[in-house]
């Protein structure tokens, strides 16, 4: 079982920046991948990052590429979202997700079905 709280969401106008955080607990390990997803109401969550526990290695969608940056701490227990350049479009509730894949290259998020450890969301509104 993996635990996951995320914090650090608000509000904020276009161009500006927030960071999210997830804290990590639980059964981790350097198989662990730790992502998020994002869901605008009437619409499918979306893989926005995600980073893999054993090297580091990273993964964007396409629309937030330059713009957010994914980290986790030293002790791999914190993992951030930086979020930079926020547009209105970014308006949505975010989810931390963790899984274990054997391979680094399943981390990229393609599908909620990948995960199965999920936070409970929290909101970032951008306005315009």
């Known amino acids: 079982q993996i635990q996951l709280v995320e914090s650090g969401g608000g509000s904020v106008q276009a161009g500006g920046s927030l960071r999210l955080a997830c804290a990590v607990s639980g059964n981790t390990g350097s198989r662990t991948c730790i992502g998020w997803f994002r869901q605008v109401p009437g619409q499918v969550r979306v893989g926005v990052a995600s980073?893999?526990?054993?090297?580091?290695?990273?993964y964007y969608h396409d629309s937030v590429k330059g713009r957010f940056t994914i980290s986790q701490d030293n002790t791999k227990e914190t993992v951030y979202l930086q979020m930079n350049s926020l547009k209105p479009e970014d308006t949505a509730t975010y989810y931390c997700?963790?899984?274990?894949?054997?391979?680094?290259?399943?981390?990229?998020?393609?599908?909620?079905?990948?995960?199965?450890?999920w936070g409970q969301g929290i909101q970032v509104t951008v306005s315009s």
């Open positions: 980073i893999y526990s054993g090297d580091s290695s990273t």
């Open positions: 997700v963790a899984g274990t894949f054997v391979v680094n290259s399943y981390c990229f998020p393609t599908g909620q079905s990948q995960f199965a450890y």
